[in-house]
């Protein structure tokens, strides 16, 4: 026996009981307690560990039965065997349907008792580790892992906390590289499924022909390749989180397929004809405007009702403020950690560049800037030079950056071409508030104002005319 497992607890008010069943259960090298009382067990298991409980059903004072409903309301994970020399299989069917594990009549062989308890300790050992698997999945996705100060990303990281311990159906949009990976792992393992299985589909990862027998399994010989049965990993899923990302991406009959499973679970493996069903919380994410899709016939109108119970928006980059910079920190922290670097600050230019670029990539785009500057750096600090040339890649990008429009007022798609306008000239014009304004045929003033109004920050109040270019060859 393995020396962590805890020992059997024995009740039985006849002392030469106890002692039979403590000889036999030791000889195996289990540890074990004894009690004559159920008031005494229930004391005992209040303060010290058991894998199992063997009772009595007759005891003075109270019974074994009532023992076992306050075990099961208290400690279900713990197994009760009872035990009984007046036994009738109506009592012995009575007890299981009280949530005994078994039930042993007096006289029994040793084999049996031991064969109970070594069911009983090996599902010891496997709670055990779910519980030890649990903590590790638990620690993969945190929620101080989405870095965020302003407002949105302090409300999204609530809504987060709110709607995770409820079945709820969560839809997540965002530009890509917003975080929407991140949102959903928390979501599942801030959940009541945070022990149970995690499970991640890319719709557009997988060509579509495949798609359907990844999610839903097939039979041996639905198609040709299918030398064997294989289950869907809705069905790895079961009790768990089943992410689909790029949803948007799905075709429009799995989208049906999809429809009905979301109905209650249930569903067909391809070639399939057993109805089969799972409980499963679905999360979905696409970084295209649904709304659009849904318009152009592309998505199902009644599937994105049946998605969008919760539905989450992550902001783009561009509109988080400063969180550009605290972002930018956090990446250089993580990546001297592991690129063994001792570069520890960003260079006030550099601050300066970061904020003003448009970001059509994203978090993800800033990550990737923060860990290549970081292999270039050579001085102790990240100099504007080291960054990318955001000019000449903002041009490149700037009409590929897909929008969320679907349900925006014409005022936020004006202010969003405003702030895209008024940024691509400050970087033009290395920030320099004078040329840009004069570019705009605007004032300075008026060009202050603006950039305000659209939460455009350059991070130089003070020194708003930095005319000199950060670091790097106009
Ligand atoms: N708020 C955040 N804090 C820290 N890291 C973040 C944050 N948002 C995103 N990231 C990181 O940025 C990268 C991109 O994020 P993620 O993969 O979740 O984006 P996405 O929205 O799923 O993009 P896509 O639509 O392209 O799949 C990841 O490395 C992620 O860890
Ligand atoms: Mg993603």
């Given at each position: 026996m393995s020396s962590r497992l805890p020992p059997v607890l024995v009740v039985d008010d006849e002392k030469?009981?106890?002692?039979?069943?403590?000889?036999?259960?030791?000889?195996?090298?289990?540890?074990?307690?004894?009690?004559?009382?159920?008031?005494?067990?229930?004391?005992?298991?209040?303060?010290?560990?058991?894998?199992?409980?063997?009772?009595?059903?007759?005891?003075?004072?109270?019974?074994?039965?009532?023992?076992?409903?306050?075990?099961?309301?208290?400690?279900?994970?713990?197994?009760?065997?009872?035990?009984?020399?007046?036994?009738?299989?109506?009592?012995?069917?009575?007890?299981?349907?009280?949530?005994?594990?078994?039930?042993?009549?007096?006289?029994?062989?040793?084999?049996?008792?031991?064969?109970?308890a070594a069911r009983c300790a090996e599902r010891y050992r496997l709670l055990r580790e779910n519980a030890s698997l649990r903590a590790r999945a638990a620690e993969s996705w945190r929620l101080d892992q989405i870095v965020g100060a302003c407002q949105k990303m302090r409300d999204l990281r609530q809504l987060i906390q709110t709607v995770a311990p409820t079945d709820a159906?969560?839809?997540?949009?965002?530009?890509?590289?917003?975080?929407?990976e991140l949102v959903a792992g928390a979501l599942h393992s801030l959940s009541q499924r945070s022990g149970a299985a995690y499970v991640r589909i890319n719709c557009a990862a997988i060509?579509?022909?495949?798609?359907?027998?990844?999610?839903?399994?097939?039979?041996?010989?639905?198609?040709?390749?299918?030398?064997?049965?294989?289950?869907?990993?809705?069905?790895?899923?079961?009790?768990?989180t089943i992410f689909?990302?790029?949803?948007?991406?799905?075709?429009?009959?799995?989208?049906?397929?999809?429809?009905?499973?979301?109905?209650?679970g249930s569903f067909l493996r391809v070639g399939g004809t057993a109805e089969l069903r799972v409980n499963v919380r679905l999360i979905a994410a696409t970084n295209r405007d649904i709304v659009e899709a849904i318009r152009q016939g592309q998505f199902r109108e009644d599937l994105f009702h049946r998605l969008n119970v919760v539905q989450f928006r992550l902001p783009p980059l561009r509109e988080r403020g400063e969180d550009v910079l605290?972002?930018?920190?956090?990446?250089?922290?993580?990546?001297?950690?592991?690129?063994?670097?001792?570069?520890?600050?960003?260079?006030?230019?550099?601050?300066?560049?970061?904020?003003?670029?448009?970001?059509?990539?994203?978090?993800?785009?800033?990550?990737?800037?923060?860990?290549?500057?970081?292999?270039?750096?050579?001085?102790?600090?990240?100099?504007?030079?080291s960054l990318p040339d955001f000019q000449l890649e903002g041009r490149l990008h700037k009409k590929a950056a897909p929008r969320l429009t679907g349900s925006e007022s014409l005022d936020d798609r004006m202010a969003d071409f405003e702030r895209e306008l008024i940024t691509a000239m400050l970087e033009q014009n290395h920030y320099s508030l004078t040329r840009t304004a004069e570019q705009l045929k605007v004032s300075r003033h008026a060009l202050r104002y603006r950039m305000q109004r659209l939460n455009i920050t350059t991070g130089t109040d003070a020194e708003e005319d930095s005319s000199a270019a950060p670091g790097k060859a106009p």
């Open positions: 030469n009981m106890r002692l039979s069943l403590k000889t036999v259960l030791t000889d195996e090298r289990y540890g074990v307690r004894t009690v004559e009382s159920a008031e005494e067990a229930l004391e005992l298991l209040e303060r010290e560990e058991f894998f199992m409980v063997i009772t009595d059903v007759r005891l003075g004072g109270m019974s074994g039965y009532e023992l076992l409903g306050k075990v099961r309301a208290q400690w279900p994970d713990l197994p009760v065997l009872m035990i009984t020399a007046y036994a009738t299989p109506k009592l012995a069917v009575e007890a299981i349907k009280a949530g005994a594990m078994d039930y042993l009549a007096k006289p029994f062989a040793p084999e049996e008792l031991l064969h109970a159906r969560v839809l997540v949009l965002g530009e890509s590289g917003t975080g929407k060509p579509e022909a495949l798609l359907e027998s990844e999610l839903f399994g097939h039979e041996k010989g639905a198609f040709t390749g299918a030398l064997k049965q294989k289950p869907g990993r809705v069905e790895e899923a079961d009790g768990g689909l990302d790029e949803i948007a991406d799905m075709s429009r009959p799995l989208q049906a397929k999809l429809l009905r499973f979301l109905e209650d605290l972002l930018a920190d956090y990446f250089l922290q993580a990546f001297n950690e592991a690129l063994h670097k001792k570069t520890r600050a960003i260079s006030r230019a550099a601050r300066q560049k970061l904020q003003a670029h448009h970001w059509p990539g994203n978090v993800r785009e800033l990550r990737n800037v923060i860990e290549r500057a970081l292999i270039l750096e050579t001085t102790p600090e990240i100099q504007a030079a």
